[in-house]
């Protein structure tokens, strides 16, 4: 069994949790609270360009100009397509998108890029490519997933936000870094495949807490306190 079909079979119930969450369910079932999504949009703004900085740092630590490439393709991605399942949020809850744009992260979004900012500063390119997987994994699934169990039509309001994810498109890109991660770690010592597993586990725990937090509309304690970036 490949080193990341070992690391998807370990996290199967976080998977399954996610797949449950009422945020994730509710988008199939068109029952998610507006004010959660506009509380997933502020943080993810904030999350993709994080994600973005982290990409560079992956960028800065590949050896082979086909990782330099494909780093440099996702970070062109995220500018230009994740925009698309975010404009069909805004658009439901009738809000524009630059009114949600430039909020502090709420504190499990803030940890979330703080665990890969640190595996990406710290740990080697196998590592943060361990960290990053989680984020395009479980939307990938979470398409699948949707669109097996709600068969939306195209007048499904969250239509495009689905068929975004469960797509062939994505798919590739999932798959591209698990052929990457696979081959690092079968070159690595058993030490290091700790850390991926770890580094793993925990974003995939902290996806898990992203839809929570927006659900509940989680915040800081003494907001006023909290100094905007
Ligand atoms: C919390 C959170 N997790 C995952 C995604 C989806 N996503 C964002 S960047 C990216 C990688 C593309 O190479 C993917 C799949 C999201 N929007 N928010």
């Known amino acids: 069994m490949s080193f990341t079909q070992q690391l998807r ?4 119930d976080i998977f399954q949790a996610i797949f449950n969450h009422p945020f994730v369910d509710g988008i199939g079932k068109k029952d998610v609270p507006n004010e959660s999504i506009a509380h997933y949009i502020k943080a993810d703004f904030e999350y993709l360009n994080a994600f973005m900085r982290i990409y560079g740092i992956a960028l800065s630590k590949s050896n082979k100009r086909e990782d330099i490439r494909f780093f440099g393709e996702q970070i062109q991605f995220v500018l230009n397509s994740e925009s698309h399942p975010h404009h069909n949020f805004c658009d439901y809850i009738g809000v524009g998108y630059e009114e949600l744009q430039g909020h502090p992260l709420p504190p499990t979004a803030d940890h979330y890029i703080k665990h890969m900012m640190y595996h990406a500063q710290i740990g080697s390119l196998a590592e943060t490519i361990g960290a990053l997987l989680p984020c ?14 709600y068969k939306p039509e195209k007048h499904h309001p969250f239509y495009p936000w689905i068929s975004f994810y469960a797509d ?14 696979d081959e690092f770690a079968e070159n690595t010592s058993r030490d290091e495949q700790k850390k991926i597993k770890e580094a793993f586990r925990k974003s995939c725990q902290l996806e898990l807490a992203f839809w929570e937090m927006a659900y509940t509309c989680e915040d800081w304690p003494m907001k006023e306190l909290v100094i905007g970036r």
């Not at 079979?9 to 199967?12: A, C, F, H, R, T």
């Not at 395009?136 to 169990?149: C, D, F, H, S, V």
């Open 168 to 181: 062939e498109r994505f798919g590739k890109i999932v798959m591209e870094m698990r052929n990457r991660l």
């Open 136 to 149: 395009p994994w479980t939307y990938l699934e979470i398409g699948y997933a949707l669109m097996n169990k």
């Open 9 to 12: 079979d370990e996290n199967q």
